[in-house]
């Protein structure tokens, strides 16, 4: 047995303090060393033993041999018991740790690793004033002469950025500095769901690409709240009950703006080789009746069938469609 597991010394802390065990994984071992030895006996339940109260003292001398701490952790929790779990031991052991002074934000694995059991735990309530992040990065495509100006003055030319590296990278931690967009605005503020249409599909130079992957939309739809209210915004995703959903349920953090599902009218042409067979039925009962009136929908809704939106991408008319899409909408 390991001696080291707070699995293994929760179990064993509540057989001493509660008089009885349910037979667990890792408690097995345990239970079994002890009912050779004399100091438990099975319970009224199935799989549950109880510790014999004759033999109390010595399991307490077993765990102090085994259990170098033990003693405190048992007056630790003699008055509360019932608290008694791996993670109040370890919470326990690390109480006299405080994180250094002028920590604001800390990574969800930096965190899981300082107060959980190891950095692919989970632990996610840090303590007041803590904010915890993925880190993750935004991609934008930028249309020609955005900037962004910084809250100390600089500015970032993100023609510059599209120039050297195609796109320009806004990681998460970014959001939380004073920061706006200038420059030359966009028509329109296109998000796109997937990266493979994200990186390949061709724009003009007045629209500016985003991506938002899946359903993890929130670095979008705060980047989208720092531009003016007057830009329109569309979201292309996949030709399905979740991409549909996706672009319906996106919304502002800040403003709670939301986007226009885009359908590109040109998609019709890959409707007989390129859809694909879905399980079951549209869920139409949540769909806008405009959206339910777009001929490529309508099919695609009739035949059961769905539409990657990847292979749209590399029509010629694409251009053409998000052209005409974006002066109806500033016509609005």
């Not at 309508?298 to 749209?312: C, G, M, V």
Request: aromatic share 6%; glycine share 6%.
């Amino acid at each position: 047995m390991n001696w080291d597991s707070d699995e293994l010394r929760a179990a064993a802390l509540k057989l001493l303090l509660l008089a009885t065990l349910r037979e667990t994984k890792v408690a097995a071992p345990l239970l079994a060393e002890l009912e050779e030895l004399g100091m438990v006996a099975p319970g009224t339940r199935k799989g549950e033993f109880r510790l014999l109260a004759q033999q109390e003292d010595k399991f307490r001398r077993y765990l102090s041999v085994r259990w170098p701490e033990f003693a405190e952790t048992e007056q630790a929790f003699s008055a509360r018991p019932t608290l008694i779990s791996a993670i109040a031991l370890r919470a326990l052991r690390r109480a006299p740790l405080k994180l250094p002074a002028g920590i604001t934000q800390l990574n969800r694995k930096t965190w899981s690793a300082w107060a959980g059991a190891h950095s692919k735990s989970g632990c996610a309530t840090p303590p007041p004033g803590i904010l915890l992040t993925s880190d993750e990065n935004l991609r934008l495509r930028p249309n020609a002469g955005l900037q962004i100006i910084g809250e100390q003055g600089g500015t970032l030319d993100a023609d510059v950025c599209r120039a050297l590296f195609g796109e320009l990278i806004v990681p998460e931690r970014g959001f939380s500095r004073n920061w706006h967009v200038t420059g030359v605005l966009p028509w329109l503020v296109l998000t796109v769901e997937n990266i493979g249409a994200y990186i390949d599909i061709t724009i003009p130079p007045w629209l500016l690409l985003v991506h938002a992957p899946g359903r993890n939309t929130l670095l979008a739809t705060r980047f989208i709240d720092r531009l003016p209210a007057t830009v329109p915004w569309v979201h292309f995703g996949d030709l399905d009950p979740a991409g549909l959903d996706i672009a319906l349920s996106m919304r502002g953090p800040q403003t709670g703006r939301t986007p226009v599902p885009w359908i590109p009218h040109i998609a019709f042409e890959l409707l007989e080789t390129h859809s694909l067979p879905l399980s079951s039925p549209w869920p139409t009962q949540h769909l806008p009746q405009k959206l339910l009136e777009h001929p490529v929908l309508a099919w695609l809704i009739a035949h059961q069938r769905w539409l990657e939106h990847e292979s749209i991408v590399v029509l010629s008319g694409l251009v053409e469609d998000v052209t005409k899409l974006a002066e109806m909408l500033r016509e609005r």
